[in-house]
T-cell receptor
Framework: RKEVEQDPGPFNVPEGATVAFNCTYSNSASQSFFWYRQDCRKEPKLLMSVYSSGNEDGRFTAQLNRASQYISLLIRDSKLSDSATYLCVVNRGGRRALTFGSGTRLQVQP | NAGVTQTPKFRVLKTGQSMTLLCAQDMNHEYMYWYRQDPGMGLRLIHYSVGEGTTAKGEVPDGYNVSRLKKQNFLLGLESAAPSQTSVYFC?????????????FGPGTRLTVT
């Protein structure tokens, strides 16, 4: 079983739609959680950290459920520029190394 | 500020050849990492370094060696390339600060081993 699991998609949605991605992690000792964004053939970039109480950054909302070992990302009012692969990322603490999910691909259609 | 740079951007090797990938960062970061990314696998950590002169194994270290002789540089070596090492290699760096785990990535090196 992968340590971080994501639905690979693709999620094809029209502009303006709301879309949600989920991610599960297997190691209950995981301490820090993130969403990274990766455009086609480019490097990953941090989208947002995920806090226990949930957090929002503009059109993006991240939630964490430690009991179910589950992270989510909600994107409201999707834009064409949101088309990318979204990587769920977990840190187990200590070594500062990150464990990446294989990503969920989003395609926003005009 | 260039951030994290990687050299070369593309390379084709024959099985058994060796090469070194260079990563450089100008952000004075303590931590540096090498990942490989394969289709459907996500990024996997090869080796990492928590400071100049130190290195440690990650998840998939076999077939690779690294060195961090200067704080700003992290080198990844393939001594005898194999087709299984065909991949996209990303270098990343981060600060040593406990409050921030954000990793900054280089643009990647696309390596093909024939």
């Amino acid at each position: 079983r992968k340590e971080v699991e994501q639905d690979p998609g693709p999620f094809n949605v029209p502009e303006g739609a709301t879309v949600a991605f989920n991610c599960t992690y297997s190691n209950s000792a995981s301490q820090s959680f993130f969403w990274y964004r990766q455009d086609c053939r480019k490097e990953p970039k941090l989208l947002m950290s995920v806090y226990s109480s949930g957090n929002e950054d503009g059109r993006f909302t991240a939630q964490l459920n430690r009991a179910s070992q589950y992270i989510s990302l909600l994107i409201r009012d999707s834009k064409l520029s949101d088309s990318a692969t979204y990587l769920c990322v977990v840190n187990r603490g200590g070594r500062r190394a990150l464990t990446f999910g294989s990503g969920t691909r989003l395609q926003v259609q005009p | 500020n260039a951030g994290v740079t990687q050299t070369p951007k593309f390379r084709v090797l024959k099985t058994g050849q060796s090469m070194t990938l260079l990563c450089a960062q100008d952000m004075n970061h303590e931590y540096m990492y090498w990942y490989r990314q394969d289709p459907g696998m996500g990024l996997r950590l090869i080796h990492y370094s928590v400071g100049e002169g130190t290195t440690a194994k990650g998840e998939v270290p076999d077939g690779y060696n690294v060195s961090r002789l200067k704080k700003q540089n992290f080198l990844l070596g393939l001594e005898s390339a194999a087709p299984s090492q065909t991949s996209v290699y990303f270098c990343a760096s981060s600060t040593g600060l406990a409050v921030s785990y954000e990793q900054y990535f280089g643009p990647g090196t696309r390596l093909t081993v024939t």
